[in-house]
């Protein structure tokens, strides 16, 4: 928590992954939501058995990958789709969808927000932690070729060889920082933007010498500014009108 010291306190990349899931279960317990779905929770769903049970929820994964529901847990209920896919799901049944380090590897996230705005029942939540561009690492992860990147990521993290996590290509559509245009764009969707807080700094060039050094000026620098630009992370919290204007939230782009 080198950056905590250095005074980035609730701006710190670290923040967010500290503090992500006490955010969503208080969410969830300030608005009474008992029917959750958790996108891309994989083999590891954000709660478990006896917190979900705690919190009376009413739980369901909703994974592209097979292998990864095979390996969740069983107090989900389980769905096999992509989240990206044109005119998923139209049920309008959860009260609150959310995800965690799924969005930057949707190729489609218009469709996805779409799909989620359709699948929440009108007043429902979603919620979305994921990576942002224009940080130095993530766009070095976005420009890469993807066996590179790879090799990259190894070579700073060995461990993560094994790490399941490590093989889900990223593409970043639609994974930006708070600015204007991005919050506008949430908005032509038929979502009202309740909150879109910016983190800054990652941990994956902490230990390469110079150039870790270079990117921790850079992260104090950016984060000092708050700009929305060079966030390295969010959490975005997005809600479904409980009345949608006419022609909005199901239609344009
Ligand atoms: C990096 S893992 C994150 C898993 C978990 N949320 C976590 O933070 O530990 C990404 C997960 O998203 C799933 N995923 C990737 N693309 C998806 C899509 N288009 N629709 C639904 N799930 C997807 C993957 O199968 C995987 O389980």
């Given at each position: 928590?080198?950056?905590?010291?250095?005074?980035?306190?609730?701006?710190?990349?670290?923040?967010g992954?500290?503090?992500?899931?006490d955010?969503?279960?208080?969410?969830?317990?300030?608005?009474?939501?008992?029917?959750?779905?958790?996108?891309?929770?994989?083999?590891?769903?954000?709660f478990?058995?006896?917190?979900?049970?705690?919190m009376?929820l009413?739980?369901?994964?909703?994974?592209?990958?097979?292998?990864?529901?095979?390996?969740?847990?069983?107090?989900?209920?389980?769905?096999?789709?992509?989240?990206?896919?044109?005119?998923?799901?139209?049920?309008?049944?959860?009260?609150?969808?959310?995800?965690?380090?799924?969005?930057?590897?949707?190729?489609?996230?218009?469709?996805?927000?779409?799909?989620?705005?359709?699948?929440?029942?009108?007043?429902?939540?979603?919620?979305?932690?994921?990576?942002?561009?224009?940080?130095?690492?993530?766009?070095?992860?976005?420009?890469?070729?993807?066996?590179?990147?790879?090799?990259?990521?190894?070579?700073?993290?060995?461990?993560?060889?094994?790490?399941?996590?490590?093989?889900?290509?990223?593409?970043?559509?639609?994974?930006?920082?708070?600015?204007?245009?991005?919050?506008?764009?949430?908005?032509?969707?038929?979502?009202?933007?309740?909150?879109?807080?910016?983190?800054?700094?990652?941990?994956?060039?902490?230990?390469?010498?110079?150039?870790?050094?270079?990117?921790?000026l850079?992260?104090?620098?950016?984060?000092?500014?708050?700009?929305?630009?060079?966030?390295?992370?969010?959490?975005?919290?997005?809600?479904?009108?409980?009345?949608?204007?006419?022609?909005?939230?199901?239609?344009?782009?």
């Amino acid at each position: 928590m080198e950056r905590r010291r250095a005074g980035l306190g609730e701006l710190d990349f670290a923040y967010g992954v500290v503090h992500h899931k006490d955010h969503c279960r208080q969410l969830i317990a300030s608005n009474g939501f008992t029917t959750v779905c958790e996108i891309g929770g994989g083999r590891s769903p954000l709660f478990g058995r006896d917190e979900a049970l705690a919190m009376g929820l009413d739980y369901t994964i909703l994974d592209i990958s097979d292998t990864e529901l095979r390996a969740a847990p069983d107090h989900v209920k389980k769905i096999q789709a992509d989240i990206g896919a044109r005119d998923l799901d139209n049920s309008g049944r959860y009260d609150f969808m959310f995800s965690r380090m799924l969005a930057e590897h949707v190729r489609d996230a218009t469709a996805m927000h779409r799909n989620v705005l359709r699948m929440l029942r009108p007043g429902g939540l979603a919620f979305h932690y994921f990576p942002t561009l224009y940080t130095p690492a993530f766009v070095a992860n976005r420009l890469l070729p993807e066996g590179a990147a790879r090799r990259v990521l190894f070579f700073i993290f060995p461990w993560r060889r094994h790490d399941h996590l490590a093989k889900f290509p990223a593409r970043y559509a639609k994974c930006f920082g708070p600015t204007r245009r991005m919050k506008r764009y949430f908005e032509r969707l038929g979502y009202r933007v309740e909150e879109y807080r910016p983190f800054y700094g990652t941990d994956y060039l902490v230990k390469i010498p110079l150039l870790g050094f270079i990117d921790s000026l850079f992260t104090r620098l950016v984060a000092r500014r708050r700009s929305p630009r060079f966030t390295s992370y969010v959490w975005l919290v997005l809600r479904k009108p409980a009345i949608v204007a006419s022609g909005g939230a199901q239609g344009r782009t």
